[in-house]
């Protein structure tokens, strides 16, 4: 039996839509920035897990 350890992490809703109707256009790409670095750091994330991920299994393979 092999374990999923993604199935171990709880899994995490996506967050309700912003409003952005009526935010000006300084906050926008201020937001647009922030969103662009929670990206870079959810891709680490994942990076980081996929390599922990092929290390557990060459180790178990062998």
Same mark, same amino acid.
């Given at each position: 039996?092999? #374990?999923? =350890?993604?199935?171990?992490?709880?899994?995490?809703?996506?967050?309700?839509? #912003?409003?952005? !109707?009526?935010?000006?256009? *300084?906050?926008? %790409? %201020?937001?647009? %920035?922030?969103?662009?670095? *929670?990206? #870079?750091? &959810? *891709?680490?994330?994942?990076? %980081?897990?996929?390599?922990? !991920?092929? &290390? &557990?299994?060459?180790? =178990?393979?062998?």
């Amino acid at each position: 039996m092999t #374990v999923d =350890f993604e199935d171990l992490e709880p899994k995490n809703k996506l967050r309700k839509k #912003v409003d952005l !109707s009526t935010w000006n256009i *300084e906050d926008l %790409e %201020e937001y647009i %920035e922030n969103m662009k670095a *929670e990206i #870079v750091r &959810a *891709e680490a994330a994942i990076a %980081e897990k996929q390599s922990v !991920s092929s &290390a &557990a299994e060459s180790l =178990f393979k062998r």
